[in-house]
């Protein structure tokens, strides 16, 4: 099992830029595949961003993010990462993030892939 904590969350202006943390603690980090969703009031939560596990050869986006948004993960620290460049008002959302062993299959994009989720950080970016 792995607990995870997002922070880095906050207010920021149309065309900022934020970098959100997610600390696991638990089994081995390492052995997940990670994930970033968010979710907007009244909208389902949606897919953001995954990487794999070990030393996260592949990393997926979702359209919306692609070229603005980076994922990235250090196993020595137990962290999982996005920085979020060129926010934009749409991009207001609470931000989670997610695990699942290496062991499963991974669908990346979908939130029923993922057996562990944060509490997630409030990201709100105003025009």
């Known amino acids: 099992q792995v607990q995870l904590v997002e922070s880095g969350g906050g207010l920021v202006q149309a065309g900022g830029s934020l970098r959100l943390s997610c600390a696991a603690s638990?089994?081995?980090?390492?052995?997940?595949?990670m994930g970033w969703f968010r979710q907007a009031p009244g909208q389902e939560r949606e897919f953001v961003a995954a990487i794999s596990w070990i030393g996260g050869s592949s990393t997926y986006y979702a359209d919306s993010v692609k070229g603005r948004f980076t994922i990235s993960r250090d196993n020595a620290k137990n962290s999982l990462y996005l920085e979020m460049d060129s926010l934009k008002p749409e991009d207001t959302a609470v931000y989670y993030c997610?695990?699942?062993?290496?062991?499963?299959?991974?669908?990346?994009?979908?939130?029923?892939?993922?057996?562990?989720w944060g509490q997630g950080t409030q990201v709100t970016v105003s025009s």
């Open positions: 997610a695990a699942v062993s290496g062991l499963k299959r991974n669908v990346p994009s979908m939130t029923a892939n993922y057996d562990y």
């Open positions: 638990g089994r081995a980090f390492s052995g997940y595949h």
